[in-house]
Structure formats: C-alpha cells, structure tokens
C-alpha cells in the first residue's frame, strides 16, 4: 500500500539551529510532494510543493526542501530556526494517476528561545 | 485566513446520539475533503466530493456519511455516535487534485464518552 513515512514525531531544538525533518514514501511512479504545516491553534497549510524540475524547491519562511526520486525522499529543511517555526510539519504525497493525498503522521517541531 | 469553516470546533457528546459536522468554502471549490486524524498518526481520507451529488468514501472506512447538495457546504454526519469515533475530523476544499490548491479548514475535535 502506498504510504508516507516521516523518521521524526518530535524535535526539539533551540533558535538558530539548522532542520532537517525527513520523509520518505512508498511509490516508484511519478509522485507530487508537499509538506504542509500548521501552526497552533491554527489550519493546515501549504508550505512548499515539488511536482516537477528542479529537485530542490523553497518555500515560504525560508524553508526548503530536496526531492531525491532514487531514495524516494523528500526531507525538509531550513538552516536556522526561529521560535515561531513552532508548529506540525505534515509530508504528503499524490502519487500519479490516483487523485487525492497520501499524509504522514506528522513531525511536532519546538523551538525554544 | 482560510475561506473555509468547520463547526463546532470541539464537541464532546454521548455515546449514541446523532451528530452533524459542518464543514463550508465561500471559494466555489467543486471538491471537498473529509480527513481523520488521530494523534501522532496519518491523516487518513474518510470521504470526499468532486461536486454536487457526488460523494465517495476513502481510504479508510467510516461509520460517518456525508452529503453534498450545495457547493459550499459538505457536512458530515455520525447517527450514532461511538467512543471509537472519538477523533480530528478535518475538512479541506480544492480547484483541482493536484494537492496544492488543498485549503483546510481548523478541524472539529470529537469526543465520545
């Protein structure tokens, strides 16, 4: 069965640390990837996307991410950290042909002061 | 700030009764979402809608029926509600089944006693 898998539930880290939270999927065709993201108390939301081209893509707030297809992973980053990157990183997937979203359980993400 | 509104945010009701999840878009989207959530676990699709009179369920089975007889407006329905039922219900609209077009709404938090 198709599935997403992403390494990390929690992570901790201070202000101005570097990111990385991996992802990893289940699918040897064409894939759209995303990584949503939500704040608390707020809404999920689109922080980046790749659907084709270049595999690096950058999204908002200075995060970025690497499609690497012979690893099937998609891992997000971004160099350093702020207190408000506070939130839930959320993988997805759309693999080809098949219409609707493949989601990971989530990454909690704390940033502390 | 999402054009999509899920009602009641947090409910806690009794096991049995009936109950109704609202979930509206003032985007004119013709597709509708149905996701569930569980802590630290996937988003999993439990129902969705390509337009008017049109509903499918997801991947994962529900006990939940939904409806869709305007555009705007797709809400979920529970008519006897479990403590197994207990859960994030999320609703999200889209243009198109790309995933980026996803707007989610804040989500209903359910809980059975």
């Known amino acids: 069965a198709q599935s997403v898998s992403q390494h990390n539930h929690h992570v901790i880290l201070s202000e101005a640390a570097s990111l990385e939270l991996g992802c990893n999927y289940s699918?040897?065709?064409?894939?759209?990837l995303f990584w949503y993201v939500q704040y608390p108390g707020q809404h999920l939301q689109l922080l980046l996307k790749?659907?084709?081209?270049?595999?690096l893509v950058k999204g908002i707030k200075g995060f970025e991410a690497e499609f690497i297809k012979s690893k099937f992973s998609f891992n997000l980053r971004k160099p350093s950290v702020q207190w408000s990157d506070t939130a839930e990183y959320f993988c997805a997937v759309r693999p080809g042909g098949y219409n609707k979203l493949i989601f990971g359980a989530g990454t909690r993400l704390a940033v502390h002061p | 700030e999402a054009d999509i509104y899920q009602t009641p945010r947090y409910l806690v009701i009794g096991t049995g009764k009936k109950i109704t999840l609202e979930c509206s878009q003032t985007?004119?989207?013709?597709?509708m979402y149905w996701y569930q959530q569980d802590p630290g676990m996937e988003l999993h699709l439990i129902h969705y809608s390509y337009g008017v009179n049109s509903t499918e369920k997801g991947d994962l089975s529900s006990e939940s029926t939904v409806s869709r007889i305007r555009t705007e407006h797709f809400p979920l329905t529970l008519e006897s509600a479990r403590p197994s039922h207990t859960s994030q219900y999320l609703c999200?609209?889209?243009?198109?089944?790309?995933?980026?077009?996803?707007?989610f709404g804040s989500g209903t938090r359910l809980t059975v006693v």
């Open positions: 790749y659907f084709s081209g270049d595999p």
């Open positions: 999200a609209s889209s243009e198109d089944d790309r995933g980026y077009g996803y707007t």
């Open positions: 985007m004119g989207h013709d597709k």
């Open positions: 699918y040897g065709g064409t894939v759209n």
